[in-house]
C-alpha cells in the first residue's frame, strides 16, 4: 500500500506565498514522478505540475512563472512553492505520484489540501 500525505495549505491574501509539501509512505520500489493538481468547485481538475526522477519538470499554463516544483530534500517528498498567488489559484491542491511497489506501476493521489486566496 502507498500514501500520500499533504501539508501546507492554508488562507492567503492575494499576491502572497504558501508552500505545498507531500510525503509518500508505504511500499515503494521506484518513484517516477510526482505532481500537483488543482481542483476549482465546478471545475474538473487540472494540472499545476509534475516532476519526473530525472528532474524533468512540467507545468500548467496558468502557473508558469509563478509556481515552482521540487523534489524534497526528504526522500519521496515532493514540493510546491506557489508565488503571486490570485484569487483564481483557489482550489483544492491533490498531490499525485506515479509508483512502482515491486509488481505493478500504479497512480497514487492524496487526499487534498485547500488553498484559497482572497482577493
Known amino acids: 500500500q502507498v500514501q500520500l500525505v499533504e501539508s501546507g495549505g492554508g488562507l492567503v491574501q492575494a499576491g502572497g506565498s504558501l508552500r505545498l509539501s507531500c510525503a509518500a509512505s508505504?511500499?515503494?520500489?521506484?518513484?517516477?514522478?510526482m505532481g500537483w493538481y488543482q481542483q476549482a468547485p465546478g471545475k474538473e481538475r487540472e494540472l499545476v505540475a509534475t516532476?519526473?526522477?530525472?528532474?524533468?519538470?512540467n507545468y500548467g499554463n496558468s502557473v508558469k512563472g509563478r509556481f515552482t516544483i521540487s523534489m524534497g530534500n526528504a526522500k519521496n517528498t515532493v514540493s510546491l512553492e506557489m508565488n503571486s498567488l490570485k484569487p483564481e489559484d483557489t482550489a483544492v491542491y491533490y498531490c499525485?505520484?506515479?509508483?512502482?511497489?515491486?509488481?505493478?506501476?500504479?497512480?497514487?493521489w492524496g487526499q487534498g489540501t485547500q488553498v484559497t486566496v482572497s482577493s
Open positions: 516532476i519526473s526522477s530525472d528532474g524533468r519538470t
Open positions: 508505504g511500499t515503494i520500489v521506484r518513484l517516477n514522478a
Open positions: 499525485n505520484a506515479d509508483i512502482y511497489t515491486g509488481w505493478r506501476t500504479s497512480e497514487y
